[in-house]
């Protein structure tokens, strides 16, 4: 599903849903214009988790 699809169902804004993807809370995967899309399982889940939110980052190397 499209990044405006996912985000709607995950009641967040698309530069959240971007945020996260850059960040490894929710894969994607890009076609050859960069535009992203989200596996629906993958959204639902994050969806149907308790309290609605991503696992929690695991601490990034520098610069990242």
Known sequence: MTTGEAAFLLHIG?????????????????????RRYFCAGDVYELRDRPGGHPPPLTPAAPGV
């Open 14 to 34: 698309a530069t959240t849903l971007r945020r996260w993807e850059r960040r490894g809370r929710i894969g994607c995967v890009k076609d050859v214009r960069g």
